[in-house]
């Protein structure tokens, strides 16, 4: 496997940052992953803008002007042979000596990018079981919009999560609220057939399946509320799915062994998924 990082194209063993990186040490960098599909980027202008956002949050330059990292990120998809899998795009403040404050003068921000081939017949059997999600309290910090590379809680908590059989974690606030899962966006269908899912605020990631599927429901004239639901009203849904770049739109079969509708993977997110790449752009 092949990787950019700084500038080069180096086999993965081969390319390295340095012990002072600011985001082996202290976590400050941020990330994205961009599905891939017949070789094309799924929504990758957003992906784009949702890491201009991430790097202008925390005061991180941008790596490169956005139309020379589009063109990096086809580069490691060719060098990968990758027509079915995602890119990771990192970028971390850079390196310099250890110190909590931004370094001065600004060092130049470390960009690594990688691939990875996935084959999607994964996800398509994967969707037609239905995945089993389990709740944790949210323990992540207060700004979780920012997709930064501090993914301890979520960690722990898709580690728990496969401890237990499930496929992800969702997690749940101090008002008993679910926030989102631990790498994907949560939502709901309620008995009248209203799709719920969190409203964009702080405390989500503004996931861009997310944003593709709200795009879908609109055109399909599909009822959509977006805000707060707790864990019980989840629990009580005839429906439940999860989105992302990774998942798309993931049927959840099971919430803490509580078996969501029958059992078998919704018939609104069975219908999304299937759509779902007709939106995408
Ligand atoms: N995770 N919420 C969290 C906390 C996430 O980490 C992710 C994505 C999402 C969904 O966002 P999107 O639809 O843009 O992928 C929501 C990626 C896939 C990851 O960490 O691997």
Redesign the pocket.
Known sequence: RIAYVNGRYLPQGQATVSIEDRGYQLGDGV???C?VRAGVLI?EA??LA?LERSLSELRIAQPLVPGALSLVLREVLTRNKVRDG?V?VQVTRGVAPRDHAFPVPAVRPSLVVTAKAIDPAKGTALAAKGIKVISLPDIRWKR?DI?TIN?LP?VLARQAAKEEGAYEAWLIDADGMVT??????AWIVTADKTIVTHQVDQS?????????LLDLIAAKGLRLEERRFSLEEAKRATEAFI?????LVMPVAAIDDVVIGDGKPGALATSLRAQFHNFAK
């Open positions: 990330y994205e992953v599905e929504d957003r992906h949702r995602y990771y979780p997709k993914l979520n989102e899962g631990a790498a994907s966006n989500i990631l503004r996931g861009v399946t997310r944003t593709t989105t992302g770049a990774t998942t």
